[in-house]
């Protein structure tokens, strides 16, 4: 039979607390903070798409200066012979040739610092494994050795923009022309076609059913291009539509001299879940024998803030203590992370991939001080030595601006993680090599700074993760992991079944194998539901794994790990719509609502994961009080937790999961001076409802529900359903 809670109202305890059946939980908070100054539930940021949730940038085209692209890599090595390197791992490999006069530089071992040039670079080299030969001898360089190489190219194709065969040879990227008071390097190039124009195309807002438009235009918006005729009388066609539906369409005759143009217009697109054509942006040359350049766009809400006003109103909601940036930069260097939007460019650590155009350090930083959340930032482990004064200058500038409490500098994203192996270092021992030395000349010009420093560490096998312990120990980093749990769900699971993928049992034994490698405290850089196991079909997923259960699972989790002293964490991640299923499900569909715990920002609709996040941040920061609980007659407290909280203001708050199937009758006795009168708790028709279908002027179904809170013998009164979590605080 599938659980049905009832409607998580009060139900009428006094009568029942004069009762001698009625088994009561009796909690008090203790003399003494289990804990001081504790941070509020993290957040990954995620990364930064142009088709799914992830538009999350107010100037919506990438690589909008149409500057060239980074490629990066760290080779580990195999059998260093003079001259020539292998890597280790046979599928990292690029085409032949394609690393040849890319920059190199040893990064660990007793050859560190030596650089050069590559010369040639072979895919498959006599013994099977990518090849590399060098430009000087490889001296003191041995088997596990990080070699970092980083090419920089030009590309004719400008990165993150589409162009159809016939108009590929009409473009190109120019360094060194760029319009006036560019912060860039390039332009684009477009001679037109003779007999007809020549055409590039921005898409966005792409992807289609089951999502719908997740990014409607409307409001003011603005559109801004830079252009300047190098031949002949070009006109040029600018114009951003849906479908056969025009926002605006104009053409200008290009003059000698760089000019800006610039189109305000108002979209009136509503929120829909239906599927709507792509946006497309399309710049058009015309003219005989002539030629544009074209150079800095933007495209977006007439705004001055990076990111688009609904995502920072989304966050402002969620109040994450951490925010953490990770969006796949291990193949960028310092420079390029800290460059301003018309300069950046494309980056990537695998050669076949078109590459990552990101958000910057600079955008990222000014949006944590906006929504008060402290800044996790990702140090690429492709990172040389010469690069980390700028990383230290920027942030010791940002923090002089700011005054964070704390920053947190992690290096590389899951170095043990193959998946990310052309851009990390899988070898422990070379991983905690690295990290050990970058931390240290960071040491160096950060001292004084509020910073924490982490060393990322596999979450299944914590024994491997020795020399990792000891590069943390000595560079005084902690060591952080990622607990993500409910990793597969079959077709026809029972409810029952969910119900224990969602609500694992005690958390405390897996911490402890990583409590146990350091003395300081273990950190989570992510953690979510990860169900892209199993056969399950989409359907049935979606009702096990976006309900109003996975709301208070998530909560759970988070607080089984603030109740064993684990306080610093992010969630993962902000924004996703969809993931993919690792097996193939019965109906055929991939599609796996994971990972964001927002479904959309356009209408905007929260997950329940994401309501749980909210919730819980209204009462966690400050003090923390592990609650002392005492049960009455055939009452347990076991799986309950109960959290206090005292904030600076003297502010009392309480926050309680209840991970099982049985109600839980609480009798609290409050320490502040007055008994509140409501609590609130995550509330909806069942724990399968979900905010999944979202319809413009109606209520989701799964809120966050203020209810009243009944007090006897000058204690607070409540019953707690199965499987919820309730927060009562003083804050306003």
Not at 43 to 56: C, D, H, K, S
Not at 222 to 248: C, E, H, M, Q, Y
Not at 451 to 477: D, K
Not at 633 to 641: F, G, K, N, P, R
Request: hydrophobic share 40%.
């Amino acid at each position: 039979m599938p659980i049905k809670p009832a409607h998580f109202c009060l139900l009428p305890l006094l009568a029942l607390l004069q009762t001698p059946a009625y088994a009561a939980l009796d909690l008090s908070f203790p003399a003494s903070p289990t804990q001081r100054d504790v941070p509020r539930v993290g957040l990954n940021m995620g990364g930064w798409t142009f088709y799914g949730a992830e538009q999350i940038m107010s100037n919506v085209l990438k690589n909008p200066g149409f500057e060239g692209r980074i490629d990066r890599i760290v080779l580990q090595a195999r059998e260093p012979d003079l001259r020539f390197v292998e890597d280790d791992n046979q599928w990292v490999g690029s085409a032949d040739h394609f690393w040849d006069g890319a920059d190199f530089e040893v990064v660990t071992g007793r050859g560190r610092g030596l650089k050069g040039k590559v010369v040639e670079s072979q895919e498959r080299g006599d013994n099977d494994y990518p090849q590399y030969l060098l430009d000087r001898v490889a001296r003191n360089v041995h088997a596990g050795d990080a070699i970092v190489l980083t090419r920089r190219e030009t590309p004719v194709k400008p990165p993150n923009w589409w162009v159809s065969p016939p108009n590929a040879a009409y473009l190109s990227l120019i360094t060194g022309k760029v319009r006036p008071g560019s912060p860039g390097k390039s332009m684009l190039r477009m001679a037109v076609r003779p007999g007809d124009r020549t055409e590039i195309y921005s898409f966005l807002d792409s992807s289609g059913a089951p999502a719908g438009s997740l990014m409607p235009v409307n409001g003011k918006w603005r559109f801004s291009i830079w252009l300047k005729a190098v031949a002949g009388k070009p006109d040029l066609r600018f114009s951003f539509k849906r479908g056969t539906f025009r926002f605006f369409e104009q053409t200008v005759q290009v003059g000698r001299d760089w000019q800006q143009y610039t189109v305000d217009f108002t979209g009136s697109e509503l929120p829909s879940t239906e599927t709507r054509e792509s946006l497309q942006v399309t710049l058009s040359a015309g003219g005989d024998n002539a030629v544009v350049a074209v150079d800095d766009l933007s495209l977006g809400p007439a705004v001055t803030t990076a990111f688009r006003p609904e995502v920072i109103s989304m966050l402002k909601r969620l109040k994450p203590g951490y925010l953490r940036d990770w969006q796949g930069q291990l193949g960028d260097t310092i420079a390029n992370r800290i460059a301003p939007p018309w300069q950046r460019q494309n980056t990537r650590y695998h050669w076949s991939e078109d590459g990552h155009y990101l958000f910057g350090l600079d955008e990222f930083v000014e949006l944590c001080a906006q929504v008060e959340s402290m800044p996790w930032v990702i140090i690429p482990s492709t990172v040389t030595d010469r690069e980390l004064p700028a990383l230290a200058e920027f942030l010791v500038r940002k923090q002089r601006l700011h005054r964070f409490k704390r920053w947190v500098l992690e290096f590389g994203n899951e170095n043990w993680n193959p998946l990310f192996r052309p851009g990390a270092l899988v070898n422990d021992a070379t991983h905690a090599e690295r990290a050990q030395r970058v931390f240290s000349l960071l040491q160096n010009k950060l001292a004084g700074q509020p910073v924490q420093y982490l060393i990322n560490i596999q979450p299944a096998n914590p024994g491997r993760s020795g020399p990792e312990a000891e590069a943390a120990r000595i560079s005084g980093a902690a060591l952080t992991t990622a607990p993500y749990y409910f990793r597969e769900m079959d077709t026809q699971a029972s409810d029952a079944q969910i119900l224990a993928g969602l609500f694992p049992q005690d958390e405390k034994p897996f911490l402890q194998e990583f409590k146990s490698l350091s003395a300081k405290p273990l950190w989570l850089y992510e953690y979510n539901l990860h169900t892209d196991g199993g056969n399950a079909g989409f359907d049935e997923r979606t009702r096990a794994i976006t309900g109003l259960a996975s709301g208070n699972s998530l909560a759970a989790r988070a607080l089984a790990f603030y109740d064993n002293d684990v306080t610093h964490h992010a969630v993962y991640s902000l924004s996703q719509i969809y993931g993919f299923a690792r097996e193939k499900p019965v109906d055929g569909s991939r599609l796996v609502p994971l990972w964001g715990v927002t479904r959309d920002f356009a209408f905007p609709t929260m997950r329940p994961t994401g309501l749980a996040i909210e919730l819980m941040n209204r009462a966690i920061g400050g003090d923390m009080y592990r609650l002392d609980c005492t049960a009455s007659a055939s009452a347990s407290c076991q799986s309950l937790i109960s959290l206090g909280f005292i904030n600076a203001a003297k502010q009392v708050s309480l926050v309680v999961s209840n991970p099982t199937g049985e109600t839980r009758n609480l009798s609290i006795a409050w320490p502040g001076k007055t008994l509140p009168a409501r609590w609130q708790t995550l509330d909806a028709s069942s724990l399968w409802a979900n905010n999944e279908s979202p319809v413009a002027g109606r209520a989701d179904p799964v809120q966050i529900a203020s209810k009243p809170l009944a007090s006897a013998g000058g204690k607070l009164v409540l019953q707690l359903p199965p499987y919820a979590v309730g927060v009562i605080s003083e804050k306003p």
